[in-house]
């Protein structure tokens, strides 16, 4: 089904109209020229667009735009998209903010039970006077009719006296909103200084942003104003197809269920409640060693593999006992106390970093989810697995599902946790005050802004209080409480490889799916690829995992973070690739996820590649004129992009 109508729409049919969606997830990006974005997933779980679209031809990085729509709810019951074709007139207005650093420095989530916020004291308490000027506040910008883009359309503000991009409008040729954010630029107000630290930088600014998006509709003379939307613009999504174990998605999910404000189903079905949390476990073996080892290819979690999909699904009774054991594995939402930690999903939670023995040092699924996975182990549930769910079409759903899928796949990109602080968006979204109904923020009158003096310390009382901070949101209310500048929040924020170098395997993690620990480089993806190499050379291969920040690594932290605010755009994303029928029958899945696309100085000419290949054929009918090529002759090689000695590092 097909939303272009051609048909005008009577007035008097309308009930009320919205933008759609409710909230949408933008990304920053530094390409430029005409293909220099792709547009967000518009349905749950999928990609935003051909992962070999994600970068332009010099290797940077596409900003992930956010298009807006227009749904009228009608007189007759139904719903259907409005677009120029229908005879209407749409107005665009946006209005984005940053204000990350007129904000309060990020302590810890300010709701964590048993005492452990830490109240916030100011971000550049020192800049007492003018702080107006630490506040990124383009003016709004308006834009209506088809195929519009241009430099009236671009949110420029201030940081001090310095021009800072937010991003920009677009239309399409149906006159719908195309959002794009900033170019992921990041800077000190004093050139030359540092960065120190991994949230709360010193008179530093990057370029997020949010803000509400709102839309005025004239239909035959008479003017309607959606109910608005709104927009956040995070950090790349450094690999695409991948998800949290727990998305932004379960956690706004579960608040709505718990304020009684969506009904959720109370039968389990196999396929819509259980699949999704194993299948995003084993995709985590593809950013993270550790859980490569603990749930991913060979795995008895392994999801991949028919024999373990085989006992996933068994709804019989002898297989309950299977099914408990399964259960004891993960964390109990509701316990409080020590953390238990030989349980799942073993990531980081919130109160990591400052109280790691408490039940929140490490992540658990949602209280939903944790009902859905006991009724399964007790066998209450339906069977309905028919094999991995085919892509959804989103011009082939109905107005009413493309909705709710618009509004639920932002969401579902998003990470549910850990949020010390998060990379998109963080715990504020958690609390019913922020909200007025499911998915729909509780969006302040326009021309509100949002406040930032809330004393000199912001303390959990007055965070939670009815008129605290998140009574609403309005321009930059959501990014101001993530950190600053971003890049060195990813840089920071890795994986027990870092943190307990002694300990066995590399995790927990912290935002692998977003921001990845140990990947499965192009070069081993090469050589496991090779159907003439021996059996056990691929497999080792295939199961070797590199550290995704060593083009970004230096002689110590600071020196990483710094490189992280330059150099974020050379860095691989991870992106599926089918994997060949020779390592199917080894026990990989049938989609791998392999690291594509950095910048090819990083790490210099692949000698010890050409010397692998070399010897893996050296059993192999190759002619000798290809065999000698396969190594770099001496002196020839370029050497990497950062080459460090004995007792530097």
């Not at 000798?624 to 000695?645: C, F, L, N, W």
């Amino acid at each position: 089904m097909t939303n272009g109508s051609n048909n005008a729409i009577n007035p008097a049919e309308i009930v009320d109209l919205a933008v759609y969606p409710p909230l949408g997830i933008a990304r920053v990006g530094n390409a430029e020229g005409e293909a220099d974005y792709f547009t967000a997933a518009e349905v749950i779980g999928a990609l935003p667009t051909d992962p070999g679209a994600l970068r332009d031809a010099q290797g940077k990085i596409k900003r992930q735009a956010v298009r807006f729509r227009i749904y009228a709810r009608l007189t007759s019951g139904g719903v259907r998209e409005l677009t120029l074709d229908d005879g209407v007139e749409i107005e665009w207005h946006v209005t984005v903010a940053n204000l990350k650093a007129g904000w309060y420095e990020f302590t810890n989530a300010l709701d964590l039970p048993d005492g452990l916020s830490i109240t916030a004291p100011k971000r550049n308490a020192d800049t007492s006077s003018g702080r107006f000027r630490l506040d990124i506040t383009p003016p709004p910008r308006t834009i209506a009719g088809r195929d519009l883009s241009g430099a009236g359309y671009i949110l420029e503000g201030r940081f001090f006296s310095t021009p800072v991009y937010l991003g920009e409008l677009r239309t399409d040729s149906q006159g719908r909103l195309l959002f794009l954010g900033g170019r992921g630029l990041a800077a000190p107000h004093w050139p030359g200084t540092k960065p120190t630290t991994f949230a709360n930088n010193t008179l530093w600014f990057d370029d997020v942003a949010d803000g509400p998006v709102r839309a005025r509709i004239t239909i035959g003379g008479k003017v309607f104003d959606a109910t608005p939307g709104y927009v956040a613009v995070a950090p790349p999504n450094y690999a695409p197809g991948l998800f949290g174990v727990v998305t932004m998605d379960d956690v706004v999910r579960d608040l709505f269920a718990a304020q009684n404000w969506l009904e959720l189903p109370l039968e389990t079905r196999f396929t819509r409640d259980i699949w999704p949390i194993f299948s995003r476990l084993t995709g985590m073996q593809w950013v993270n060693h550790g859980l490569f080892m603990a749930h991913g290819f060979g795995s008895p979690l392994d999801t991949g593999h028919p024999d373990v999909l085989a006992r996933l699904t068994d709804v019989s009774a002898q297989g309950r006992a299977w099914r408990m054991a399964v259960l004891a594995l993960f964390r109990d939402p509701a316990l409080g106390g020590a953390v238990n930690r030989s349980k799942l999903p073993y990531l980081y939670g919130d109160a990591f970093g400052d109280k790691d023995d408490h039940a929140r040092g490490l992540l658990a699924v949602t209280a939903t989810m944790y009902r859905y996975l006991m009724a399964w182990a007790r066998g209450e549930f339906v069977n309905d697995w028919q094999g991995t769910p085919p892509p959804v079409h989103f011009d082939e759903l109905s107005p009413a599902d493309q909705m709710e899928h618009l509004s639920r796949a932002p969401l579902y990109e998003c990470l549910g946790g850990p949020f010390h602080p998060g990379i998109e968006l963080t715990w504020i979204m958690r609390r019913a005050s922020l909200w007025t109904a499911p998915y729909r923020l509780k969006v302040l009158e326009e021309g509100e802004p949002a406040q930032q003096d809330y004393g000199a310390g912001l303390t959990s009382d007055i965070c939670l209080a009815t008129e605290g901070p998140l009574r609403g949101v309005a321009p930059g209310a959501l990014t101001r409480w993530l950190g600053i500048p971003w890049h060195t929040d990813e840089a920071s924020c890795q994986s027990d490889f870092e943190y307990a170098p002694s300990t066995y395997l590399s995790m927990p993690s912290y935002w692998g799916a977003r921001v990845p620990n140990q990947v499965l480089s192009t070069e081993a993806w090469s050589r496991s690829t090779d159907g003439a190499s021996p059996v056990l050379q691929r497999l080792k291969h295939s199961a070797y995992r590199e550290d995704w920040t060593r083009d970004i690594n230096g002689r110590n932290y600071y020196e990483r973070i710094a490189n992280m605010v330059q150099e974020w755009w050379m860095l691989g994303m991870i992106v599926p690739r089918d994997t060949p029928a020779h390592l199917r029958n080894l026990g990989l899945p049938a989609t791998s996820h392999v690291e594509s696309g950095r910048h090819p100085s990083n790490a210099g000419s692949n000698d010890k590649l050409k010397l692998m290949e070399a010897i893996e054929r050296v059993d192999s009918p190759v002619p000798p004129d290809v065999a000698a090529r396969g190594v770099v002759p001496s002196g020839e090689g370029k050497p990497p992009r950062r080459v460090y000695h004995r007792g530097e590092v």
